[in-house]
């Protein structure tokens, strides 16, 4: 079921410091805020109209193509529509709300990115620092932080090494583990660092690895010392079996034929995964970005910015996003994941601050309509008449 939030922006604006008084904590960062004018165009009236053609959206979805999970758009700043459909556990028929929280899958590298950029403002490390100056078992010689950041390390896929190296998969493998087996095996890398972009899961559960080298704390604690906790994202947490078994507030991956996912012996790696959030808290994070409470803009655009150097692609990459030109116009960031059962995608546009946040449980091929999503959110642009017909186009693709 859907619920509306916010349709009069006069309204948003003047609650604002009430309900999203976790995201500034200070007028000096109120000031520093980067700001976007609201268009005239964009009435109250507008806002209320793309909120029933996003239901209308989402509806669909649910009823005719399975989509199981939760959602919230905004746009200058304040949320347009948000919406919960379907169960948290198909087993207990358990509700879906927009405070359940999901395993974000991939969608947890942008946060392992931010933990880098705050100690690389602490002055606890540098991106062009190496590997073996934190972790110094570690075997491979020219690989720097920047480098993991930017998938272009080189080295091999821990999630496919790890299946032939751990003697034990109903033993949970963490972090350290993955170093031993590297330190000890010496997995063959895919290609000499910095020549390639290949995506990576290991460099980014290496960066857990380094963040907790680098502060002298647990990167779980890190997370929650230095980034949920300030931000009030009160549902978001890494992976623990305790913390996934709370019934009622964690959603349960699901295979396709909506069959409960078990535990796997790399859940527990983290970095590149095991962060569970919220629709709700994401908007928090989201938010936040626009601030400087975490690091200065400058250090943040860095993140922002691409990094490939083959022959450019339509994609781009920077430290924990992609970023994506659009037939719009605008470019935007964003990020999709998928591990055990959840489906994540957060998408971000600084044009006009809006975004769009999909969390699912049940990965069945539902989300595959994303591009045509974003599309009818950020459309081409119009011909004459193009506008009239941006609703109908969208459903008849979606």
């Known amino acids: 079921m859907a619920s509306l939030f916010c349709l009069s922006l006069l309204s948003c604006q003047e609650s604002k410091k009430e309900d999203q008084s976790g995201n500034v904590s200070s007028e000096e960062q109120e000031d520093t805020r980067q700001r976007v004018a609201v268009p005239a165009s964009f009435t109250p009236a507008k806002a209320e109209r793309l909120s029933n053609q996003l239901d209308s959206i989402f509806t669909k979805l649910h009823k005719r193509n399975g989509f199981n999970g939760t959602v919230l758009v905004t746009k200058y700043d304040q949320v347009i529509y948000k919406g919960a459909f379907g169960y948290a556990d198909f087993y207990r028929k358990d509700t879906l709300t927009t405070e359940t929280a999901f395993q974000l899958a991939s969608v947890s590298k942008q946060f392992t990115a931010m933990a880098i950029m705050m100690l690389k403002e602490q002055g606890k490390l540098r991106y062009d620092d190496s590997v073996q100056q934190y972790i110094p078992t570690f075997p491979y010689k020219g690989i720097t932080i920047r480098q993991l950041l930017t998938h272009r390390s080189g080295l091999s896929n821990y999630t496919y090494f790890s299946d032939q190296l751990w003697p034990d998969r109903n033993k949970a493998i963490t972090n350290e583990d993955v170093l031993n087996l590297m330190a000890v095996h010496k997995p063959r890398p895919y290609y000499e660092p910095n020549t390639h972009f290949n995506y990576s899961n290991t460099g980014y559960a290496l960066l857990a690895s380094i963040v907790t080298k680098a502060s002298g704390m647990p990167f779980p604690v890190f997370m929650q010392?230095?980034?949920?906790?300030?931000?009030?994202?009160?549902?978001?947490?890494?992976?623990?079996?305790?913390?996934?078994a709370l019934t009622g507030k964690v959603a349960t991956g699901h295979t396709g034929r909506r069959q409960k996912r078990t535990?796997?012996?790399?859940?527990?790696?983290?970095?590149d995964k095991g962060l569970f959030s919220t629709?709700?808290?994401?908007?928090?994070?989201?938010?936040?970005?626009y601030t400087q409470k975490l690091?200065?803009?400058k250090t943040l655009e860095e993140a922002f910015t691409g990094t490939r150097t083959e022959k450019r692609k339509k994609e781009d990459y920077g430290f924990g996003w992609r970023i994506l030109p659009l037939e719009s116009g605008d470019?935007?960031?964003?990020?999709?994941?998928?591990?055990?059962g959840y489906t994540t995608y957060l998408l971000r546009n600084p044009k006009d601050h809006s975004a769009l946040i999909v969390l699912s449980n049940l990965p069945n091929g539902s989300?595959?309509?994303?591009?045509e999503l974003r599309s009818f959110l950020y459309p081409p642009q119009p011909d004459n008449g193009a506008e009239a017909n941006q609703t109908k186009n969208a459903n008849a693709r979606l």
Not at 231 to 243: I, P
Not at 263 to 271: A, K
Not at 331 to 340: E, I
Not at 367 to 371: A, E, F, G, Q, S
């Open 367 to 371: 989300l595959r309509h994303l591009k």
């Open 295 to 297: 690091v200065k803009r």
């Open 225 to 244: 010392k230095h980034i949920f906790g300030p931000l009030k994202m009160r549902n978001t947490f890494t992976y623990s079996e305790n913390a996934t």
């Open 279 to 289: 629709v709700e808290d994401l908007y928090k994070w989201d938010q936040a970005l």
């Open 263 to 271: 535990t796997d012996y790399l859940d527990t790696v983290l970095g």
């Open 331 to 340: 470019t935007v960031v964003y990020h999709a994941g998928l591990w055990h």
